[in-house]
């Protein structure tokens, strides 16, 4: 998938221009409203800084949490646009609102290399209607748009799709990546490629299975996914986290998985936690034709572990999304953070590619993230991309 990207502007074409960009700026915040984890700005700095040292007017725009539509304040972009401002060593302008009179002010104004942040684009409604006056009125602010938000290149939304269709527009670097390596892993993956899928739930995924199935040498699924598969299978999974979903879809899944090699494994051990799932509270390892009524399923037992462990040492290519346990308390992520481990060991010796949030925030925990080949900052688009279905946000982007 070649798309045009900020590479093919050359300098001259950026000078003076007024660039709208749209990033992923979409951070965690604590209750003090102080930013928790920063990679998605820093993910997005090589494309701004290239618009700065190319003398561009850049425009940069995201949307923060879920306001529907309406005006939150602990939702403003303030504190991402402090933290932008240090990490440019630069003065970030924000503006109050995404459009209208002060922003078209303040846009007409600016010197070239300086950068606005606007607000966030989702206190208006218009922006998840991909409403097309709302679009007009984004892209009359600049002369170029620019999508390096790879994190919302599933949304048909107006600040991914309506504006492109608009403006020249091009793919920054984070997109680009993005692209490039995801479509390496459905096009061209280094064998064998095994994928491992955690996370509570299996409506998201099954999809991207069905369609991994035809790829992948195997799957590995835990976590959350894994109790609704088990219970397919006719296993009793007691109060483990179990998704309302058509097990006959699961059912047919996993069968059709048999009929080509064998190619989903699931946890033949569970570590189970009785009653509460807490720092404190009791836990056992179980076999997974024992668990009891009461029991909830928090981590992989040790013989899933070595089983999972076993294939993915074995891999050149792995892409995992999604924890195997309740990685978010100490004495259940244990699982989680071996997994961690075994990918960061295999650094130069095989591809490594990581989605999802909670992935990442687990690798980040284990302080491994920089022994994995990729971290994608798409955790829903990475899903749907290597599902097969198309982006709205890169499909609108012209090809080379």
């Not at 302008?93 to 684009?121: A, H, R, T, Y």
């Not at 390096?148 to 600040?159: K, L, N, P």
């Not at 397919?232 to 899944?253: P, R, W």
Request: net charge neutral; aromatic share 6%; hydrophobic share 40%.
């Amino acid at each position: 998938m070649k798309k045009k990207t900020i590479g093919d502007l050359k300098e001259k074409q950026l000078e003076g221009k007024k660039v709208l960009v749209r990033v992923d700026f979409n951070v965690p915040l604590n209750e003090e409203l102080e930013i928790t984890d920063d990679t998605r700005i820093k993910a997005a700095i090589p494309t701004i800084n290239y618009l700065i040292s190319n003398q561009a007017k850049v425009i940069l725009m995201s949307h923060l949490g879920r306001p529907k539509g309406k005006v939150i304040e602990k939702l403003r972009l303030d504190p991402v646009a402090k933290r932008l401002s240090e990490l440019l060593k630069q003065d970030i302008k924000k503006v109050n609102d995404c459009i209208g009179e002060e922003v078209e002010k303040v846009v007409s104004n600016m010197q070239n290399g300086e950068v606005v942040l606007l607000e966030n684009l989702r206190f208006h409604p218009e922006e998840e209607k991909n409403d097309y006056e709302f679009s007009k009125k984004l892209a009359n602010l600049a002369d170029i748009f620019i999508n390096d938000a790879f994190g919302t290149a599933h949304r048909a939304h107006a600040s991914t799709v309506g504006v492109a269709e608009i403006l020249p527009s091009y793919a920054g670097f984070l997109m680009a990546k993005e692209i490039e390596v995801l479509s390496n892993l459905m096009e061209n993956p280094e064998r064998p490629f095994v994928v491992l899928l955690g996370g509570a739930k299996i409506s998201g995924k099954i999809d991207i299975v069905q369609n991994l199935l035809d790829i992948a040498d195997k799957i590995l699924i835990a976590g959350g996914m894994s109790y609704t598969c088990l219970a397919a299978q006719g296993y009793e999974v007691g109060n483990s986290l179990l998704e309302e979903y058509d097990l006959e879809i699961v059912k047919k899944m996993l069968k059709r998985a048999e009929e080509r090699g064998n190619k989903i494994l699931l946890p033949i051990d569970l570590v189970i936690a009785r009653k509460e799932v807490t720092e404190n509270g009791k836990s056992k390892m179980v076999k997974i034709d024992n668990i009891p009524e009461d029991g909830i399923g928090v981590d992989l037992g040790e013989k899933s572990l070595a089983m999972f462990e076993e294939e993915i040492k074995k891999a050149r290519t792995v892409f995992w999304n999604g924890p195997v346990g309740v990685f978010e308390i100490d004495k259940f992520a244990k699982g989680t953070n071996r997994i961690a481990r075994v990918l960061a060991d295999m650094y130069g010796k095989a591809i490594t590619v990581i989605g999802g949030g909670d992935s990442i925030a687990a690798i980040d925990k284990a302080g491994f993230a920089e022994k994995i080949t990729h971290i994608s900052t798409g955790g829903g688009a990475s899903l749907e991309f290597l599902g097969g279905k198309k982006l709205p946000g890169i499909e609108v982007l012209p090809n080379k």
